[in-house]
Each structure stands twice: as C-alpha cells, then as structure tokens.
C-alpha cells in the first residue's frame, strides 16, 4: 500500500533539515488520509503530520511551523519537509495510509539530530 523513501541520510546534525517520503502503490487522491507517526526512544508512537485526499493538513504541536507535508499527486507521493530539527526530533518516522477499511503502515526510517 506504501513504502516509505527517505531523501538524504538519517543523521543530521541540530538546526538542520531533512526530507522524507512516501510512496503510495494507488492514486493519493483516493487515499482519505496519508501521513507520518513517530516513536522516539523508549517512548510510544505519537502522531506527526498528515494530508488529506483533498490537501488539507494536520501537524502536531511539537512540529507545527518546522515541518511540511506536501504532496505530489502525479507521482503518487507525499513528502514531510523538516527543518529546524532539534534532537527531541529523534525517532523511527512511519510513513502511514489511512483508508476506513484499514491502515496500511510503511517501514519505518530512523531520524537521528545531533547537538
């Protein structure tokens, strides 16, 4: 249902950016909601960014005005943008593709900021 691509590498130091991607295996504008989790060591799974069918957003607090999730529907894709990474950042990132029937999750992608 979707696998997620990382662009650039997992490590990065504080301050810095980096982008994730996922990929859809259908067209994202059928999918209701597509979007990332997140789980920092030793804690659980908490919610990070998601996008709708019809383009509209969601961040968490700890994210909101540092990160951006976009899409491109021609490749079937949705990117999270991170910038201004601080070490509290540091987590395995899931990719995710919520449908009411199911969700479908993606390999996770370990996201490491450095001081």
């Known amino acids: 249902m979707c696998s997620c691509r990382r662009l650039g590498g997992g490590l990065v130091q504080a301050g810095g950016s980096l982008r994730l991607s996922c990929a859809a295996s259908e067209s994202i504008s059928n999918i209701h909601i597509m979007g990332w989790y997140r789980q920092p060591p030793g804690k659980g799974r908490e919610p990070v960014a998601t996008?709708?069918?019809?383009?509209?957003?969601y961040y968490s607090n700890s994210v909101e005005g540092r990160f951006t999730i976009f899409r491109d529907i021609a490749k079937n894709t949705i990117h999270l943008q991170m910038n201004s990474l601080d070490r509290e950042d540091t987590a395995v990132y899931y990719c995710?593709?919520?449908?009411?029937?199911?969700?479908?999750w993606g390999q996770g992608t370990l996201v490491t900021v450095s001081s």
């Open positions: 995710y593709v919520w449908k009411p029937s199911n969700t479908y």
């Open positions: 996008i709708s069918n019809i383009g509209s957003t």
